[in-house]
């Protein structure tokens, strides 16, 4: 890596993104919608179940034809200019598409620069060969069946072409493609399949950056984004949609359309939607990674033009919600002014194997997992949270602990960056604990009385485990394990932080939108976090890239599809 880009890349590979509080839903007044397996909505919008009752999905908005200041006729819309949307519309560009692209907010988004993509030129230029038959089955068992492998497979299948083109994007703008290839070894403390698929281009979070590239490629071929549109409708009748109609600062504009791509984002900033549908994710959550303006329009504009979507929640959590002792997970607040209660977004260090304990002074859970494992564990621990420990040889554990994704510190520290560096949001904020000696710690993060003593005597043992290199509590492996012996001592509370949401509209391999019944609904199609069909109950952290990459290929893949080039 550049020198020069160390500040930069450090932040960004810390999870540096859009942290912004959550955003509010739109006209939630309503009914739940009817997928398949669920009871019929009665005529005043009840279900049976009462589980089945959310009041997040509302009423589809009326808009008077007198309302529409401008019309505009396309043969592809595509609805969002973020890692899918673009990657649709970078392919209907160099196809000579006649296409819009329209987006709620004022630029491009934030790119995520890491994407993921199966046996590529440059991973056989490594020596790097993937098990496809194994990675399709190992995301298939991620998702516990509830997926469309024939989805999956366009991803595999499709995903080297993609990242071709993207290099040859980013070659004009000098950025080198890197395959991220960190040292094999077992995860998790079970056989989690672990390949080399995640692709980046370097200096990486060093503008200009891929989605930016693409955009103003764009441009350069006389495709402007028009930005400031926000979706309010589908434009459908009689199981078609043939366009939308958008809230721009001049009124309503509508876009009639041949065909439709949703590539609106999830609803991790809908807190409404949240809560109905993600309350797991809700209750171990104390931060927010997510884009402010996923707020589930497209998910919701689907739906009320008859579409169905994934059943199982499935959100994107990092275990990088640093908070100050005593702070619940959760949100603060009511209906679509909620949010959660930290302020850090993300704090890297979260994601290291150290000592975790709940409230009680306990450990819990194995903590060499996948990152939202330990979130996921801590709804059944007081408060939702934990607290990581660990000594002043944090350094040098880390760099035995060797983690995969963008929790990977190891070149990191080759380059020189140092513990300030590395918990800079925590140490700045105050919410990370230091002390000379173990009991001033606990003092410090809230352990009192049996809690304290519980606290000192789960460092002991924990020591011990590490002395004898076998953790006979929950069995992490050996190298994951660490001393906490040497002054001084930190300590720091987290719960999740959460990034996306990924269970969204039903579509088939080709990105169609299925209704109830899973017939195509013509003219419609979603690619990315709006989707479903890809993942479910959570994001499987271990084949790094896949989020990035499956909704590149999909985007992709509906605009090569409907100009005729798919092979």
């Given at each position: 890596m550049k020198e020069n880009a160390t500040s930069i890349d450090r932040r960004s590979f810390l999870g540096l993104g859009a942290a912004a509080a959550a955003a509010g839903a739109l006209g939630?007044?309503?009914?739940?919608?009817?997928?398949?397996?669920?009871?019929?909505?009665?005529?005043?919008?009840?279900?049976?179940?009462?589980?089945?009752?959310?009041?997040?999905?509302?009423?589809?908005?009326?808009?008077?034809?007198?309302?529409?200041?401008?019309?505009?006729?396309?043969?592809?819309?595509?609805?969002?200019?973020?890692?899918?949307?673009?990657?649709?519309?970078?392919?209907?560009?160099?196809?000579?598409?006649?296409?819009?692209?329209?987006?709620?907010?004022?630029?491009?988004?934030?790119?995520?620069?890491?994407?993921?993509?199966?046996?590529?030129?440059?991973?056989?230029?490594?020596?790097?060969?993937?098990?496809?038959?194994?990675?399709?089955?190992?995301?298939?068992?991620?998702?516990?069946?509830?997926?469309?492998?024939?989805?999956?497979?366009?991803?595999?299948?499709?995903?080297?072409?993609?990242?071709?083109?993207?290099?040859?994007?980013?070659?004009?703008?000098?950025?080198?493609?890197?395959?991220?290839?960190?040292?094999?070894?077992?995860?998790?403390?079970?056989?989690?399949?672990?390949?080399?698929?995640?692709?980046?281009?370097?200096?990486?979070?060093?503008?200009?950056?891929?989605?930016d590239v693409i955009a103003e490629r764009l441009a350069g071929q006389g495709h402007d984004i028009l930005f400031e549109h926000e979706m309010v409708k589908l434009l459908h009748a009689d199981g078609k949609v043939t366009g939308a109609v958008f809230s721009t600062k001049d009124g309503y504009k509508q876009v009639n359309a041949k065909n439709t791509l949703l590539a609106t984002g999830g609803y991790a900033a809908n807190p409404v939607m949240m809560r109905a549908l993600q309350p797991a994710a809700v209750g171990c959550c104390t931060a927010s990674s997510f884009n402010p303006t996923c707020t589930g329009d497209g998910i919701r504009a689907g739906l009320w033009a008859g579409a169905s979507k994934d059943i199982d929640a499935a959100p994107m959590i990092f275990d990088r919600g640093a908070v100050a002792p005593g702070v619940d997970a959760g949100y603060e607040g009511d209906g679509e002014n909620s949010v959660f209660r930290g302020n850090i977004f993300q704090e890297n260090i979260g994601s290291q194997p150290f000592m975790k304990v709940n409230r009680h002074g306990q450990r819990f859970a194995n903590e060499s997992t996948p990152y939202d494992f330990i979130c996921f564990a801590a709804n059944y621990q007081p408060g939702g949270v934990w607290c990581q420990v660990y000594d002043s040889n944090m350094m040098d554990d880390m760099l035995r602990f060797e983690t995969v994704g963008c929790s990977r510190v190891v070149p990191y520290i080759e380059m020189g960056m140092t513990f300030d560096e590395y918990t800079a949001m925590s140490q700045e904020s105050g919410i990370l604990m230091k002390a000379d000696t173990l009991e001033e710690l606990a003092d410090l993060l809230g352990f009192a009385g049996q809690d304290k003593d519980n606290f000192l005597a789960e460092v002991e043992k924990y020591n011990g485990f590490y002395d004898n290199q076998v953790d006979e509590d929950f069995g992490k492996e050996a190298y994951r394990l660490s001393a906490i012996r040497q002054a001084p001592f930190y300590g720091c509370w987290f719960g999740g932080s959460l990034l996306t949401t990924i269970d969204g509209l039903r579509i088939n391999e080709n990105c169609q939108v299925l209704d109830p019944e899973l017939n195509v609904i013509e003219g419609l199609y979603a690619a990315g976090d709006v989707s479903g069909s890809f993942f479910s109950g959570n994001y499987p952290e271990y084949i790094v890239g896949v989020a990035c990459g499956r909704s590149s290929v999909e985007g992709r893949h509906v605009a090569k599809l409907l100009a005729g080039a798919v092979e």
């Amino acid at each position: 890596m550049k020198e020069n880009a160390t500040s930069i890349d450090r932040r960004s590979f810390l999870g540096l993104g859009a942290a912004a509080a959550a955003a509010g839903a739109l006209g939630l007044a309503g009914c739940a919608p009817k997928t398949p397996g669920e009871a019929p909505l009665s005529e005043t919008g009840d279900s049976a179940p009462a589980n089945n009752a959310a009041d997040w999905l509302g009423v589809e908005p009326e808009i008077a034809e007198s309302d529409i200041v401008e019309t505009i006729d396309t043969d592809f819309l595509i609805i969002g200019a973020g890692t899918a949307g673009l990657a649709a519309a970078g392919a209907a560009g160099d196809l000579g598409m006649n296409f819009i692209v329209c987006d709620k907010a004022t630029q491009v988004p934030e790119t995520r620069e890491y994407l993921g993509g199966v046996d590529t030129s440059y991973a056989k230029a490594n020596n790097v060969t993937i098990d496809r038959p194994k990675l399709l089955n190992e995301l298939t068992r991620y998702a516990s069946g509830k997926c469309n492998q024939k989805l999956i497979k366009l991803w595999i299948d499709d995903s080297a072409e993609y990242v071709d083109w993207v290099t040859e994007v980013m070659q004009e703008q000098g950025k080198e493609v890197m395959l991220d290839m960190p040292p094999a070894h077992s995860t998790g403390g079970t056989d989690y399949y672990v390949p080399y698929v995640q692709h980046l281009w370097e200096p990486s979070y060093v503008p200009p950056m891929r989605n930016d590239v693409i955009a103003e490629r764009l441009a350069g071929q006389g495709h402007d984004i028009l930005f400031e549109h926000e979706m309010v409708k589908l434009l459908h009748a009689d199981g078609k949609v043939t366009g939308a109609v958008f809230s721009t600062k001049d009124g309503y504009k509508q876009v009639n359309a041949k065909n439709t791509l949703l590539a609106t984002g999830g609803y991790a900033a809908n807190p409404v939607m949240m809560r109905a549908l993600q309350p797991a994710a809700v209750g171990c959550c104390t931060a927010s990674s997510f884009n402010p303006t996923c707020t589930g329009d497209g998910i919701r504009a689907g739906l009320w033009a008859g579409a169905s979507k994934d059943i199982d929640a499935a959100p994107m959590i990092f275990d990088r919600g640093a908070v100050a002792p005593g702070v619940d997970a959760g949100y603060e607040g009511d209906g679509e002014n909620s949010v959660f209660r930290g302020n850090i977004f993300q704090e890297n260090i979260g994601s290291q194997p150290f000592m975790k304990v709940n409230r009680h002074g306990q450990r819990f859970a194995n903590e060499s997992t996948p990152y939202d494992f330990i979130c996921f564990a801590a709804n059944y621990q007081p408060g939702g949270v934990w607290c990581q420990v660990y000594d002043s040889n944090m350094m040098d554990d880390m760099l035995r602990f060797e983690t995969v994704g963008c929790s990977r510190v190891v070149p990191y520290i080759e380059m020189g960056m140092t513990f300030d560096e590395y918990t800079a949001m925590s140490q700045e904020s105050g919410i990370l604990m230091k002390a000379d000696t173990l009991e001033e710690l606990a003092d410090l993060l809230g352990f009192a009385g049996q809690d304290k003593d519980n606290f000192l005597a789960e460092v002991e043992k924990y020591n011990g485990f590490y002395d004898n290199q076998v953790d006979e509590d929950f069995g992490k492996e050996a190298y994951r394990l660490s001393a906490i012996r040497q002054a001084p001592f930190y300590g720091c509370w987290f719960g999740g932080s959460l990034l996306t949401t990924i269970d969204g509209l039903r579509i088939n391999e080709n990105c169609q939108v299925l209704d109830p019944e899973l017939n195509v609904i013509e003219g419609l199609y979603a690619a990315g976090d709006v989707s479903g069909s890809f993942f479910s109950g959570n994001y499987p952290e271990y084949i790094v890239g896949v989020a990035c990459g499956r909704s590149s290929v999909e985007g992709r893949h509906v605009a090569k599809l409907l100009a005729g080039a798919v092979e």
